[in-house]
């Protein structure tokens, strides 16, 4: 112990009100002879536990748990009122709770004053009543962002235990219109209102933006740019948000400030790991190469695991924490997230911040039928002509997923959402097809081989990121039909082609990966066809009200 804390200790051991310091993680590390007169409870005997320990409930109050929060957070002290039962006085205590810094470490210093009942503050009531006010709001804000969820996903299990009346963790997920899901787990720094204030916009622009089929790396960077906006300096979100693709076999990830992301295989094996590759949201602008994400390939017997820093940071008596090496083994010994949070209450008796534990079982997503409705507002107008054409240069494909832009036009002009999903199918496919086989010249073979998916998609994005040349034109034609109308799709690339009579032979004896999509569009479309040198594309959806 230096000079300097030695000196803070005495100054402290000689005031004649209450002091207490806690660390990061609420444990107690000072307990002042004032505390020990009014207490009972030695120093020695203080020092082992945690603050939420000498609570009978084993929980702080709502209230001071927040204030914790907020001073840790902002630096800023703040005062409260609070009767305290480990304090042998019938008359409420008045805590001041304010930011201390030793040996570039950061603590909370709790002072806490008896209030005469004689000369009690007149805007106490007040201060409880804009309290109560800030729960009733966090109460509604969360009560919004459940109502947007809509059903569960059977093949996603959460475990959450908040610190607070509200936790400062939030996981979403919902389908994609192409089929596939789309998962979010974030955990906000704080809890309450301020965390309920960045949840809501995150929800909201998660929902919406999955729902009309935009890409992860499109929904990051709208999360990131609603959270600068909204949220003080001192405010951000760490999150991982993840893309499993409609056959149930790849995961984009992008993991922003969060535990490693496992996936782990039917033979308890760590399969993947995920690191944290990027800062969480809400923190800096983004670039090109801060919406990189990784691909990772799954199989039915594979579960995936996510957690949040409340469990990693989770530290028992001597202050070690819990850390990834114990989250691994667990997971490993379990595969489940009973065995996880077994492992983690063996750990530590005490909870210093919100828990919150994700898996996802694949082998139930390939069961699922994910197909996805829409509540948007839609077109009343009756069938009728219409004509659009779009060209896509390469610098346009390099930065724009461009088919959320044409079911848009599609669905509001027109189609009733129930077509939705097909369409979105439908331009999805013929879109990829001239994209990737047309300009990129990927070869859907590569699919095949044990890491394929994971090659191809790998090469995708650097051949994509490369790209200086080439278009994609787009031409979209209505008539109305008699039970609904009739939609023409032309889409052409400036590819060089390929023999599509050759490739038709070929397709009809195919038995393997490649192919599946040429075959769902025949499915879904009344006419398909290819002409020109096999780089023009054709075809017919037919929709009915």
């Known amino acids: 112990m230096d000079l300097h804390q030695q000196l803070v200790i ?14 990061q993680h609420q444990q107690i590390v000072f307990w002042n002879n004032h505390l020990v007169e009014q207490s009972q409870i030695t120093s020695q005997q203080a020092t082992t ?71 009690v503050p007149t ?55 192409s089929g596939g899901i789309n998962i979010f787990i974030g955990d906000f720094t704080g809890h309450g209102l301020p965390a309920a204030v960045g949840a809501l916009p995150v929800a909201e622009v998660f929902y919406g933006m999955t729902q009309k089929g935009f890409s992860i790396s499109d ?13 003080p300096e001192n405010l951000f979100c760490a999150a991982c948000l993840v893309e499993l693709e409609q056959e149930g076999k790849m995961l984009a990830v992008w993991n922003g400030g969060l535990p490693d992301m496992l996936v782990i295989d039917q033979d308890s094996k760590i399969k993947y790991r995920v690191a944290s590759g990027h800062l969480p949201l809400g923190v800096s602008e983004m670039h090109k190469a801060d919406l990189e994400t990784v691909f990772v390939e799954v199989a039915a017997g594979d579960k995936v695991f996510w957690c949040s820093d409340g469990v990693s940071n989770a530290a028992n008596t001597q202050g070690d924490k819990f850390g990834q090496h114990n989250i691994d083994q667990a997971l490993v010994i379990g595969r489940d997230l009973a065995t996880l949070e077994q492992a983690l209450a063996g750990y530590t008796d005490s909870q210093a911040d919100d828990l919150t534990m994700v898996e996802l079982d694949v082998a ?39 088919v959320p832009l044409l079911v848009n036009v599609v669905v509001q002009i027109q189609a009733p959402h129930e077509h939705r999903q097909r369409i979105y199918t439908v331009l999805a496919e013929l879109c990829s097809n001239a994209l990737e086989h047309g300009l990129l010249n990927l070869d859907s073979k590569l699919k095949e081989s044990a890491n394929g998916f994971t090659e191809y998609y ?39 082609g390929f023999d599509y009579q050759q490739y038709a032979k070929e397709l009809a004896e195919n038995e393997g990966l490649c192919g599946r999509g040429e075959g769902l569009l025949k499915q879904l479309c009344s006419e398909f066809s290819y002409s020109g040198n096999g780089n023009v594309a054709h075809a017919v959806y037919l929709w009915t009200q």
């Open 364 to 402: 139930i997503v390939h069961q699922l039928d994910l197909s996805t409705s829409s509540t948007s507002q839609q077109s009343d107008i009756a069938a009728s002509r219409w004509d659009a054409s779009f060209y896509f240069s390469a610098q346009t494909l390099r930065t724009l997923d461009i």
């Open 49 to 119: 536990k945690t603050l939420a320990a000498l609570f009978a409930d084993n929980e702080l109050p709502v209230l001071l748990n927040e204030t914790l929060d907020n001073v840790f957070a902002q630096k800023l002290p703040q005062s409260i009122t609070l009767s305290l039962a480990f304090i042998n006085e019938s008359s409420p205590q008045q805590l001041t709770v304010k930011n201390l810094e030793l040996q570039q470490r950061h603590y909370c210093l709790l002072e806490i004053r008896t209030i005469n009942q004689t000369e």
């Open 123 to 177: 805007d106490i009531q007040e201060l409880q009543d804009d309290f109560e006010q800030n729960l009733a709001a966090a109460d509604h804000l969360y009560d919004r962002i459940a109502r947007m969820s809509g059903a569960d996903l059977p093949c996603l299990q959460v475990l959450s235990k908040p610190l607070a009346r509200f936790s400062g963790d939030l996981v979403l997920s919902a389908p994609k219109p």
């Open 219 to 231: 929904i990051i960077e709208e999360i990131n740019k609603k959270l600068l906006f909204i949220l």
């Open 10 to 23: 005495q100054v402290l051991e000689k005031l004649d009100y209450g002091v207490i310091v806690i660390d």
């Open 458 to 496: 790998s090469l995708r994005g650097q051949r994509l990121a490369e790209l200086q040349d080439g278009f994609i034109k787009v031409s979209l034609s209505h008539q109305p039909e008699s039970t609904g109308g009739r939609l023409d799709i032309e889409i052409t690339d400036s590819g060089e």
